[in-house]
């Protein structure tokens, strides 16, 4: 190695820097999850919609988004608004970008969880005399929320590795501050070492916690 | 007054789209091969009964699956000079991309092997062979079959994550993107024509995956 001495005080000098980003990414992955599962649960209705034309266009939308990168797509938000002359800040062009990414995994994983549940359930709740609103509400998502849980939370974990993406239009979260610290410290391995460090601990400490919260309070489906 | 700006796309900029979708190709099929060799390994030792081999191959799988695959190729791209190989930016993207297919592939691997039935190994003893002869003539052949559904949605992932070695400036199909984007400004027309290129490789393949799975569970 030529004599090259690794150096790592410079990094762990700067860790604030590193951990605010950190918060950064922690935060425009919650958002995100929060969304795309609303458009997840909203495509999956559409899915298993009796009407042919939602039913086509949801499945072309999760074809569509599963079969291009997240980074074409992020590019295509961010440089397609500023084409038309909308002005659309960092974040949210990279939020809307994560959403409508996830959105399209998250409408197969809840639908694959709708249609987990038996049948008779659905025809009990209708002959009970409930709407299809109730029904969702107090039927269906209780049960079908079990199956849902372990790929939600692998959904997430992934969400939240994918969010290092938006460093790449200039969003400030941790691969970005990890950019920038390496530019300012010139060492660039042990910069990356750190934030990879960063980045295993984070997933692995969430996806625990996740991992202990679903043992808890959704125990697993029969 | 000379124009500095394109106005629309032109033959020239399509013979780059087909360069970047020759070098993603590349890309991806390289990386996937070599990520396999290195996968057939680590799988095997983390499927292995002895914990000094299952629990490294698990550490390296994990490390790998719970990091960016963004910071992973900076670390490649950076630590590579470091050890004294000055590699042309194919090289480092391959190497990421190796890197990041073994683990995933390893995963897939150890459940394939996982998947054949213990009676097939005490019949294979039975008969007399060593390890290494159950695993090739009779455990691998076997697992192999159910590793090639999850193994083709491994390069569909490994098609689209190529698109993040633009960042290094390897000119594959998101890099060539950037630069007519830069060039024409159409931002819309160019990176839809790049989307829909991503999924004419993309969709056929997922198409192909779902065959196959339904081909091999009624064959049984």
């Known amino acids: ?222 | 007054m000379p124009q500095y700006v394109q106005d629309s796309l032109n033959l020239y900029d399509a013979v780059l789209f087909l360069q970047g979708l020759g070098n993603t190709v590349a890309l991806c099929l390289i990386g996937l091969g070599l990520g396999t060799l290195i996968a057939l390994f680590v799988g095997l030792a983390r499927a292995s009964h002895f914990r000094w081999l299952s629990w490294p191959a698990g550490l390296y799988i994990e490390v790998i699956r719970d990091s960016p695959l963004l910071m992973q190729l900076y670390l490649v791209f950076f630590a590579l000079p470091l050890l004294g190989l000055d590699v042309p930016i194919f090289v480092a993207g391959v190497a990421t991309l190796m890197v990041n297919a073994s683990a995933f592939m390893a995963e897939i691997v150890r459940a394939g092997i996982q998947s054949v039935g213990r009676d097939q190994w005490d019949a294979a003893r039975g008969l007399g062979m060593g390890y290494p002869q159950v695993m090739r003539w009779v455990v691998m052949p076997q697992a192999f079959r159910v590793m090639i559904p999850p193994g083709v949605g491994l390069l569909i992932g490994l098609i689209k994550d190529s698109s993040i070695i633009s960042v290094i400036s390897y000119l594959e199909l998101t890099r060539v993107g950037q630069i007519l984007t830069e060039k024409t400004f159409l931002s819309f027309q160019v990176f839809g024509i790049v989307a829909a290129l991503y999924f004419i490789m993309c969709y056929p393949l997922s198409r192909l995956a779902l065959y196959v799975e339904r081909r091999l569970k009624v064959g049984g």
């Open chain 1, 1 to 222: 190695m030529h004599g090259y001495v690794f150096q790592f005080r410079p990094i762990f000098q700067e860790l604030p820097l590193l951990l605010s980003g950190a918060l950064v990414t922690i935060h425009i992955s919650i958002l995100t999850l929060f969304f795309s599962f609303i458009v997840g649960t909203i495509g999956a209705l559409c899915r298993l919609s009796r009407f042919r034309w939602l039913n086509v266009a949801a499945k072309w939308y999760v074809e569509f988004i599963r079969n291009t990168p997240l980074l074409v797509q992020l590019f295509f938000i961010y440089f397609g608004f500023s084409q038309i002359n909308i002005e659309v800040p960092n974040y949210l062009a990279g939020l809307i970008g994560l959403v409508v990414n996830n959105g399209a995994y998250l409408t197969e994983i809840v639908r694959a969880g709708i249609e987990a549940i038996h049948k008779g359930q659905f025809e009990a709740g209708l002959s009970l005399g409930l709407s299809f609103p109730q029904l969702m509400r107090y039927v269906v998502f209780p049960q079908a929320f079990r199956v849902i849980y372990p790929p939600l939370c692998n959904q997430f974990i992934g969400i939240i590795l994918w969010s290092s993406l938006v460093s790449t239009i200039a969003v400030e979260d941790l691969a970005l501050r990890g950019k920038e610290l390496a530019s300012t410290t010139f060492r660039c391995f042990e910069t990356y070492a750190v934030v990879t460090l960063v980045y295993v601990v984070m997933t692995l400490t969430i996806s625990g916690v996740l991992k202990v919260l679903g043992r808890r309070f959704f125990s697993r489906p029969a």
